[in-house]
């Protein structure tokens, strides 16, 4: 079981807006960078956003990253069927002195 | 343009060793801030962070596994080595190497499945 926590799974109308969240702790969140990576199918994961917000050149602004205390969200907006995903969340824990990941979300584009 | 690619052999007995191999072109891993890592994905489960090598040779290991691997690198032919011991059925997987800089990975492998069965 993950130190992160994120929902297993999430959905949502093409068009509309979804959320994923991803909650830890003080040793990891709390008080390092959160990445969030987007897999598709048979695929190798992708940098999505970065330091909590920003995105590598290339991602389109309807993917947005927050963070408050020891959770952060994933915003999608405008979903598309090629949305359709498992999406993690990832950062370092102090604790462990190592890198950690969440379970993973899997959106369905409805 | 970044690019890092797995190789090493695709079927292990259980109680071998794994020795996967990176190879990666675009990037120097004797530049300030760099990082090779490796990942691995079990099939339909979450990825799990297995080793870390810096350019200053720093390495950081997963702490569930630390005792099983070991990581090394070779700058001249930039490569980065991952072994893994004592390999188990459990450790079929999906093997990834990524480059990190700071406190994020940009980059990653297309990936090599791994399986472990006699």
């Known amino acids: 079981q993950s130190v992160l926590t994120q929902p297993p799974s999430v959905s949502a109308a093409p068009g509309q807006k979804v959320t994923i969240s991803c909650s830890g702790s003080s040793s990891n969140i709390g008080r390092n960078f959160v990445s969030w990576y987007q897999q598709l199918p048979g695929t190798a994961p992708k940098l999505l956003i970065y330091e909590n917000n920003k995105r590598p050149s290339g991602i389109p602004d309807r993917f947005s990253g927050s963070k408050s205390g020891t959770s952060v969200t994933l915003g999608i907006t405008g979903l598309q069927t090629g949305d359709e995903a498992d999406y993690y969340c990832?950062?370092?824990?102090?604790?462990?002195?190592?890198?950690?990941f969440g379970e993973g979300t899997k959106l369905t584009v409805l | 343009q970044i690019t890092l690619k797995e190789s090493g052999p695709t079927l292990v007995k259980p109680t071998q060793t794994l020795t996967l191999t990176c190879t990666f072109s675009?990037?120097?891993?004797?530049?300030?801030?760099?990082?090779v890592e490796w990942i691995r994905q079990p099939p339909g489960k979450a990825l799990e962070w297995l080793a870390l090598?810096?350019?200053?040779?720093?390495?950081r290991y997963s702490p569930s596994l630390k005792s099983r691997l070991t990581i090394t690198k070779d700058t001249s032919k930039n490569q980065v080595v991952l072994r893994m011991t004592n390999m188990d059925p459990v450790d079929t997987a999906t093997y990834y190497c990524?480059?990190?800089?700071?406190?994020?990975?940009?980059?990653w492998g297309q990936g090599t499945l791994v399986t472990v069965s006699s």
């Open positions: 990832g950062t370092w824990d102090s604790s462990l002195s190592g890198w950690v």
């Open positions: 675009g990037f120097s891993l004797s530049t300030s801030g760099v990082g």
């Open positions: 090598i810096y350019w200053d040779d720093d390495k």
């Open positions: 990524a480059r990190r800089s700071g406190d994020t990975v940009y980059y």
